[in-house]
């Protein structure tokens, strides 16, 4: 199994702002995913984020808005920029096991004002 | 895609009934797997089953998965307050990962 901190848990900022989201993984691992829950939902697939690679966005998601890091096996950010209400939703980062089952964070519950 | 659909969208029970989701998916499938969200936090692992496969358990669970009509569904036996949570079926191919709206399950004491 994977344990993931992901941090904030959540986080209320104003229009226009950018928040970085974090998370650490206790051990190793290929890829990560950043997924977005908004109220009401299922999950939608932001982006895959390799080691050493450009991360792979999903339709409808841009890097300009949705930058992502992946700077080691165990880490990973993803930033929202220049946010709007819309941006409001729960940011999940993910990591699967043997490509089979997935581990997640506990999630960021991003409130734009 | 394969976004998988799930029904019932929301299932209210008394504590000690049974509950059944069920999902659907266009697309072939790896495995499908089901999940649980507790009040918008991080998804836990249930149960997954193989495309090999028609019925697993698990405790209290049991999923099954008919390939040919592209469905599954989760049965929840002797279900407990606590289960009173979100579910999600996950359809899984290569490396494409896609879930389902989910189910929100109440269960009443």
Same mark, same amino acid.
């Given at each position: 199994?994977?344990?993931?901190?992901?941090?904030?848990?959540?986080?209320?900022?104003?229009?226009?702002?950018?928040?970085?989201?974090?998370?650490?993984?206790?051990?190793?691992?290929?890829?990560?995913?950043?997924?977005?829950?908004?109220?009401?939902?299922?999950?939608?697939?932001?982006?895959?984020?390799?080691?050493?690679?450009?991360?792979?966005?999903?339709?409808?998601?841009?890097?300009?808005?949705?930058?992502?890091?992946?700077?080691?096996?165990?880490?990973?950010?993803?930033?929202?920029?220049?946010?709007?209400?819309?941006?409001?939703?729960?940011?999940?980062?993910?990591?699967?096991?043997?490509?089979?089952?997935?581990?997640?964070?506990?999630?960021?519950?991003?409130?734009?004002? | 895609?394969?976004?998988?659909?799930?029904?019932?969208?929301?299932?209210?029970?008394?504590?000690?009934?049974?509950? *059944?989701?069920?999902? +659907?998916?266009?697309?072939? =499938?790896?495995?499908?797997?089901?999940?649980?969200?507790? $009040?918008?936090?991080? %998804?836990?692992?249930?149960?997954?089953?193989?495309?090999?496969?028609?019925?697993?358990?698990?405790?209290?669970?049991?999923?099954?998965?008919? *390939?040919?009509?592209? +469905?599954?569904?989760?049965? =929840?036996?002797?279900?407990?307050?606590?289960?009173?949570? $979100?579910?999600?079926? %996950?359809?899984?191919?290569?490396?494409?990962?896609?879930?389902?709206?989910?189910?929100?399950?109440?269960?009443?004491?």
């Amino acid at each position: 199994s994977a344990v993931i901190s992901q941090k904030p848990s959540r986080d209320i900022c104003q229009r226009g702002t950018s928040l970085t989201i974090q998370c650490q993984v206790d051990s190793q691992v290929t890829m990560m995913f950043w997924y977005r829950q908004q109220p009401g939902q299922s999950l939608t697939l932001i982006a895959t984020a390799n080691q050493g690679s450009e991360a792979t966005y999903e339709s409808g998601f841009v890097i300009d808005k949705f930058p992502i890091s992946r700077p080691n096996l165990t880490f990973s950010t993803l930033t929202v920029s220049n946010m709007s209400p819309e941006d409001s939703s729960i940011y999940l980062c993910s990591v699967d096991q043997q490509g089979e089952k997935l581990f997640f964070g506990s999630g960021t519950q991003l409130s734009v004002l | 895609s394969q976004q998988g659909e799930e029904d019932p969208q929301a299932l209210s029970i008394q504590e000690g009934e049974n509950a *059944t989701m069920n999902c +659907s998916y266009k697309t072939s =499938i790896n495995n499908l797997q089901w999940y649980r969200q507790n $009040s918008g936090r991080g %998804l836990v692992h249930l149960i997954l089953i193989r495309s090999n496969e028609r019925e697993k358990h698990s405790g209290r669970l049991r999923v099954t998965l008919d *390939t040919s009509k592209k +469905s599954s569904s989760l049965l =929840i036996t002797a279900s407990r307050a606590a289960d009173t949570a $979100s579910y999600f079926c %996950l359809g899984t191919s290569g490396s494409r990962l896609t879930f389902g709206e989910g189910t929100q399950l109440t269960v009443n004491p």
